[in-house]
């Protein structure tokens, strides 16, 4: 049993079920983040954990109670929300000790809370200023300070940071994660943002369709995607995904697939379980970084393989440079080191780690293992 348990939960409205069987179990302290793309289900689940939407069937529970039946206001959370939801006539300092004066807490016991808080998110200055004075991350910041302020059992955190500009939401990002390391409390976080993800979290859960699609760390996730979603949607760039067929030669398996120019690339296969997929066609899922020039392939590998393709575009990005090809009939993307010299429409020698190899079934898409 976890800190906060989510067992065979289910949403529907009236015959659409929009959430399906879900059994997620969160320890004390844990950062989980549910991440998907829109209307896969995670702000439902959410919603449901706070109480805002009623669980269709199965149970919530936090600390071992039962939360199906328990109000909002009595379950012992606190929710940051996208919009910030702060009030306008209200002062940060006033925004930040409402719950607690709803609750019944003294005057000078809030003050000192809200000061603490304040002093913890480095906006003290701020607290006689109204919302309508702060910038979108100051009042971030206030909306947090509102939910810390209480000392809940679970944070809920509903995509706190997509209003923010770029820059902001890098900074805001790396905040939330000191605040969750310097007070370990268990965090449920909401966000369609895959880097976000894998940066935050402890734990994640990958969500499509309304099912939960993988729950593991984020190196579980990305270094082994259950599927062929979950491959394409965590990573940025995202996972090259492209047809291949297994052969076998000497008790070992070799991936073929067609190169743009009509010639055939071929790649040895270290794992052995492999070798029993003779004549089997797959989808072969290696990550960018492990498709690149020679003398920036990992050295450490024992499966470094290369291939002759023809370059289709470059994308210089600063510290590297993405090399586009196409394998199999699909655009591949490597990275390359940023001082390569690489050319589009030249024939560039792509080093291939297959030790980071993935093979997916194309009629299920579900792993091959």
Same mark, same amino acid.
Do not use: W
């Given at each position: 049993?976890?800190?906060?348990?989510?067992?065979? +939960?289910?949403?529907?409205?009236?015959?659409?079920?929009?959430?399906?069987?879900?059994?997620?179990?969160?320890?004390?302290?844990?950062?989980?983040?549910?991440? @998907?793309?829109?209307?896969?289900?995670?702000?439902?689940? %959410?919603?449901?954990?706070?109480?805002?939407?009623?669980?269709?069937?199965?149970?919530?529970?936090?600390?071992?109670? #039962?939360?199906?039946?328990?109000? =909002?206001?009595?379950?012992?959370?606190?929710?940051?929300?996208?919009?910030?939801?702060?009030?306008?006539?209200?002062?940060?300092?006033?925004?930040? +000790?409402?719950?607690?004066?709803?609750?019944?807490?003294?005057?000078?016991?809030?003050?000192?809370?809200?000061?603490?808080?304040?002093?913890?998110?480095?906006?003290?200055?701020?607290?006689?200023?109204?919302?309508?004075?702060?910038?979108?991350?100051?009042?971030?910041?206030?909306?947090?300070?509102?939910?810390?302020?209480?000392?809940?059992?679970?944070?809920?955190?509903?995509?706190?940071?997509?209003? %923010?500009?770029?820059?902001?939401?890098?900074?805001?990002?790396?905040?939330?994660?000191?605040?969750?390391?310097?007070?370990?409390?268990? !965090?449920?976080?909401?966000?369609?943002?895959?880097?976000?993800?894998?940066?935050?979290?402890?734990? !994640?859960?990958?969500?499509?369709?309304?099912?939960?699609?993988? %729950?593991?760390?984020?190196?579980?996730?990305?270094?082994?995607?259950?599927?062929?979603?979950?491959?394409?949607?965590?990573?940025?760039?995202?996972?090259?995904?492209?047809?291949?067929?297994?052969?076998?030669?000497?008790?070992?398996?070799?991936?073929?697939?067609?190169?743009?120019?009509?010639?055939? @690339?071929?790649?040895?296969? =270290?794992?052995?379980?492999?070798?029993?997929?003779?004549? #089997?066609?797959?989808?072969?899922?290696? #990550? =960018?970084?492990?498709?690149?020039?020679?003398?920036?392939?990992?050295?450490?590998?024992?499966?470094?393989?290369?291939?002759?393709?023809?370059?289709?575009?470059?994308?210089?990005?600063?510290?590297?440079?993405?090399?586009?090809?196409?394998?199999?009939?699909?655009?591949?993307?490597?990275?390359? #080191?940023?001082?390569?010299?690489?050319? =589009? +429409?030249?024939?560039?020698?792509?080093?291939?780690?297959?030790?980071?190899?993935?093979?997916?079934?194309?009629?299920?898409?579900?792993?091959?293992?």
């Amino acid at each position: 049993m976890g800190f906060l348990d989510i067992k065979n +939960a289910t949403k529907s409205y009236g015959t659409v079920q929009v959430l399906h069987e879900t059994d997620i179990s969160v320890e004390e302290g844990e950062f989980l983040v549910l991440v @998907g793309p829109s209307g896969c289900g995670k702000s439902t689940l %959410l919603n449901m954990i706070a109480g805002l939407e009623e669980v269709t069937s199965g149970e919530i529970a936090i600390r071992g109670k #039962r939360m199906n039946e328990v109000k =909002p206001a009595d379950r012992n959370i606190a929710m940051v929300f996208q919009s910030y939801a702060l009030y306008p006539n209200m002062n940060v300092g006033q925004n930040i +000790a409402f719950g607690l004066e709803m609750h019944g807490v003294a005057k000078p016991e809030r003050e000192k809370a809200v000061q603490e808080v304040a002093e913890l998110l480095q906006i003290t200055q701020l607290l006689k200023r109204k919302p309508g004075q702060l910038s979108g991350g100051q009042r971030q910041r206030v909306a947090m300070g509102r939910a810390l302020v209480r000392d809940p059992d679970v944070f809920l955190f509903d995509e706190p940071l997509s209003n %923010l500009d770029a820059k902001l939401r890098v900074d805001m990002r790396t905040e939330i994660k000191k605040l969750h390391q310097k007070l370990g409390r268990t !965090i449920v976080y909401v966000t369609h943002d895959q880097i976000e993800a894998l940066t935050l979290s402890t734990r !994640i859960a990958v969500m499509f369709g309304g099912y939960v699609q993988q %729950l593991g760390t984020p190196k579980e996730i990305y270094d082994n995607p259950a599927n062929m979603f979950v491959a394409g949607f965590m990573g940025s760039p995202s996972m090259n995904l492209f047809p291949a067929k297994l052969s076998v030669s000497d008790g070992k398996a070799i991936a073929n697939f067609q190169l743009a120019d009509g010639g055939t @690339g071929s790649l040895p296969v =270290p794992d052995p379980a492999m070798a029993r997929n003779d004549g #089997r066609d797959v989808i072969l899922g290696i #990550r =960018p970084e492990a498709i690149t020039d020679p003398d920036g392939a990992d050295r450490n590998s024992n499966a470094i393989y290369q291939v002759e393709a023809r370059v289709e575009v470059t994308e210089p990005a600063g510290s590297d440079t993405f090399v586009v090809t196409e394998f199999g009939g699909k655009e591949v993307t490597g990275r390359f #080191r940023a001082d390569v010299d690489v050319a =589009p +429409a030249r024939v560039q020698t792509f080093a291939i780690n297959m030790e980071k190899a993935v093979f997916f079934d194309p009629d299920t898409e579900e792993r091959v293992v």
